[in-house]
Each structure stands twice: as structure tokens, then as C-alpha cells.
């Protein structure tokens, strides 16, 4: 569906987004995670035409999208200050980006199923923290954008709060098989939300992989750190598992490991089990 190809944008001599290329397929989530000024931002401002490349290219099925202006791109972008209409009420916030007959009842349906249903006639400005941005993912999902973007849109609420969120947009992402990009620099969002999973630092793109294989084989120490804490062990492969510097380990399922291997073993403290 989405191709970039080579991006880069510089600002005077600081390469906000370096060389960056990735594929997504039709219906997928690709989270992008990365510490603050990494430049998670600008390369979604390249990918919806808000700042034009450096160098690099952005496709859409096989079509470059260089002279197809934002408004154009059909691309729904959401960000962390929700950006609701403080003139409009719920309903018609989400109804705003909708045209024709039902779109009214087409964004009560999707109030609905952001637990929302009631809220058609508040006024925005009474809104939690929390209810204002499941209106705003509301807005956002109702036009159904053939590519939704989401720029730390949970950023500004609580733990518990984006957990649960989380969840639920991946679960209506799934269930409208939209394509999606979701920015954060939050570990345990990305994890929650990614089918695929960008990670950049500096600029770059470090990794891109799957959520698991970025848990359980980050590209650099970088990664790992940034991953949370995780302890090292250098060891051998032996017939009943892993000898190391920190004790036996059952071999890891799934790796192709041969006997005698010199390996080193990543270690995170939710992945050991007392017995
Ligand atoms: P992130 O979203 O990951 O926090 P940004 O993409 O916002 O990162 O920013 C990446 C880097 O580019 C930062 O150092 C930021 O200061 C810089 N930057 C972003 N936009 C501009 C701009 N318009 N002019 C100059 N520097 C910018
Ligand atoms: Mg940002």
C-alpha cells in the first residue's frame, strides 16, 4: 500500500530523518517508536505531504505521491492535542470530515463504539482528558482514511488510561482492517498497537520487524536498552540448553541454535519464572 523510499529531510545541518524506507501492507499497523526528537513527526509530515523530502519518495500502490498535495492524499492524521472543534458539539465533531445523508448516524455509530454513546449533544470543552481523545480517534476513524496516521495520541493521558486505549484502537483497527501509523515514544504502546515496528534514533531507522523479533532480538544495544532493563549472558549451546556466565537457561523456542554455538542471551526480568 505505503512505500517510503530513501527519505530525508534535513533542518541546516541536523538530519531530522535520515534514509528512511518501509513498506506497509494493506490493513497493517506500523508503529514508529523512538525517543523524543528522534524525528518521528517529521517523517510523518513527509508521508502526508505537510513537508516536502530533502530526497526520497512516498508511494501509494506503485504511485509516487510527490505532486499530490496533502488535502489529496486522503490520509487521516491524528495528533496528541486533540484538536477538537471547541464550536462543535461530540457529534458533529465526528461527523465534521463526514458528507451525505447518514452522516449523522454514521457518527453516532462510531461514538458508539468508542464507548461514546450519549455524547452526541456535549459540549466539547466538558470533556475528560480521556473521553476528548476517544472523540477525537472517533473523528478520526469515521471518514475511514484510506491510511490513518496517529502522532502520540495518548501522550497527554495516564498509564492505565492508554493501556486501555490501546487496546481498543488496535481492536477497531483490526476490525475496520484500517492501515495505520501509529507514533510514540512509549514502549508499552507500541508493543500493544504494532503488527510492524519502526524503531528510530537520531534520524534513522534501527529496526524494522515485527514486535517480537524487536523484543527478543533487538538490531543494537541501543534497541535493547531502550526496551527496558535486560541482562546479558554469554554461554554455549549444550544437548539440555544454555550454559552461562548467569546459570543454565532452557534454550529459547524458536531459535535455530546448534550445539557448541557461542551465543549471548538476553535476559528480561518479565521473561524468568521461579520454580
Ligand atoms: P519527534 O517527533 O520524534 O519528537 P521531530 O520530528 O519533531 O521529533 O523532530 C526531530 C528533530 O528535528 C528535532 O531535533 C527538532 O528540533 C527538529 N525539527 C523539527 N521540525 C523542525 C523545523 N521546522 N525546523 C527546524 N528543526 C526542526
Ligand atoms: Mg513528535
Known sequence: MLQAQHLTKTFGSLAAVADISFDLLAGQTLAILGPSGCGKSTLLALLAGLVRPDSGSVLWEGQPLDDTPTHRRNFGLMFQDYALF?????ADNVAFGLHGPDKHRAAANMLARLDLAGFEKRDVQTLSGGEAQRVALARALAPRPRLLMLDEPLGALDRALREQLTAELRGLLGEFGQTAIYVTHDQQEAFGIADQLLVMQNGRAIQLADPETVYRHPATDWVRRF???????????????IHTDLGWWPAPPGDALHMGDEVTLLVRAEGVRKR
Open 86 to 90: 471547541p464550536h462543535l458539539n461530540v
Open 227 to 241: 526496551l527496558g532493563p535486560a541482562r546479558l549472558a554469554s554461554g554455549r549451546v549444550a544437548a539440555d540448553g
